[in-house]
């Protein structure tokens, strides 16, 4: 229905819009209907575009109904920056009908990819996560503590994500688990307290531990992992040769906030992968 539609503003308000903001891609994203389920819209379709070649290249993405506006548009820029389809720090022009959202019959956004956005795409950082909002929660929650501090100071702290099984091996406790003995929902990153106990507890030695379905495992937690051939850079403390140690011996993702360079750093694989 809406195909002829987005076709005609393709060919006028889009490539207006493309040249005016410097965007190198118009995105055409059509719902596309169950074959099985007459009424339910499954997959979407993209068609993207690349200016001024008109270079088009097609893909598709599932359509997940537990899924948010914004969550399925960021869904769609990420499988475009893995696909090699968006550079770093473009902009896409990206146009939709009511398959993504019914809240709209037809819509255009401008976006700007953030480096951020573009690092965690091209890294993979998310492929081993149940939920794929665990490590961008995260990474809010970490803003607010490295943007906060507490009481008028500065402190750093370190979040590993991961197989709880796995790390098990590489993790003891400094003190008494203050996460113990609470049921799921009460750790849940989600939950709607969680984020502010975090701060609280993240004036603790040690890191938090969190599981790939984003349930806080324990916090004021010693990484146990031989640290001693790991290449040390000038200003590195205890906290970010850990989060090197643990993310090369398993497949986890670490976050540290450091307290000095009052910075977030990223880590997978044994490597920095982001520094904002």
């Known amino acids: 229905m809406f195909s002829t539609i987005i076709q005609k503003i393709i060919g006028t308000t889009a490539s207006k819009i493309y040249s005016e903001v410097g965007a190198k891609q118009i995105m055409i994203v059509d719902g596309i209907k169950s074959k099985n389920y007459e009424d339910k819209i499954d997959t979407l379709k993209i068609t993207s575009i690349l200016k001024p070649s008109n270079k088009k290249t097609i893909f598709y993405i599932e359509n997940e109904d537990n899924l948010n506006f914004e969550t399925k548009i960021k869904n769609i820029i990420v499988k475009g920056i893995k696909l090699k389809l968006i550079d770093k720090e473009s902009k896409v022009v990206l146009i939709f009908d009511n398959g993504i959202s019914e809240e709209f019959n037809i819509g255009m956004l401008i976006i700007e990819v953030s480096r951020i956005l573009y690092r965690i795409a091209k890294f993979k950082l998310n492929e081993f996560m149940e939920n794929e909002a665990v490590l961008e929660k995260l990474i ?7 943007n906060e501090g507490r009481e008028g100071s500065k402190i750093g702290t370190l979040f590993v994500i991961g197989d709880e099984i796995e790390l098990t091996e590489y993790t003891k406790p400094l003190i008494l688990n203050p996460f113990f003995g609470y049921p799921e929902n009460l750790r849940d990153l989600f939950s ?13 030695d040690g890191a938090f531990v969190i599981n790939n ?5 324990s916090a004021g937690t010693y990484i146990d992992v031989d640290t001693s051939n790991i290449k040390k850079y000038y200003g590195w403390g205890t906290k970010h040769l850990a989060a090197v140690a643990i993310t090369e011996k398993t497949n986890s993702i670490a976050i540290l906030i450091s307290e000095s360079g009052n910075m977030i750093k990223i880590f997978k694989k044994g490597k920095l992968i982001l520094k904002f």
Do not use: H, P, S, W
């Not at 709607?192 to 603790?204: F, M, P, R, S, V």
């Not at 379905?213 to 495992?217: K, P, T």
């Open 140 to 146: 809010k929650i970490a803003e607010d503590i490295r």
């Open 192 to 204: 709607a307290d969680l984020g502010e106990t975090i701060k609280e507890y993240a004036q603790l």
């Open 213 to 217: 379905r984003g349930i806080v495992i």
